[in-house]
Nanobody, 113 residues
Framework: LQLVESGGGLVQARGSLSLSCVASRRISRVAAMAWYRQAPGKQREEVARVFYNGRIRHGDFVRGRFTIDRDKDKNTLTLQINNMTPENTAVYYC????????WGQGTQVTVSA
């Protein structure tokens, strides 16, 4: 199985971005999916996670500007980021637990001041 992210790029502060992740095959409906990010010089951290029952968990820093959504029929995961700041600059990774761990290659998001 492969996870392919898209949608990264350069955006100005206060702008918005939508990231997408597509799985190369059908994944279990009980699988959990998540977005992680890794900023330069920092550890990878979880942005948001969708559990099999639809429950969503956000990272402590999210503060309502990140929206995660999963389409089980299309095997896709999206992340909408609004009102972006330079602190959101990072490589964003798609993650799947089904039940073993799968990671996408990452997509670079850069926010300019």
């Amino acid at each position: 199985l492969q996870l392919v992210e898209s949608g990264g790029g350069l955006v100005q502060a206060r702008g918005s971005l939508s990231l997408s992740c597509v799985a190369s095959r059908r994944i279990s409906r009980v699988a959990a999916m998540a977005w992680y990010r890794q900023a330069p010089g920092k550890q990878r951290e979880e942005v948001a996670r969708v559990f099999y029952n639809g429950r969503i968990r956000h990272g402590d820093f999210v503060r309502g500007r990140f929206t995660i959504d999963r389409d089980k029929d299309k095997n896709t995961l999206t992340l909408q980021i609004n009102n972006m700041t330079p602190e959101n600059t990072a490589v964003y990774y798609c993650y799947l637990a089904d039940p073993e761990d799968f990671w996408g290659q990452g997509t670079q998001v850069t926010v300019s001041a």
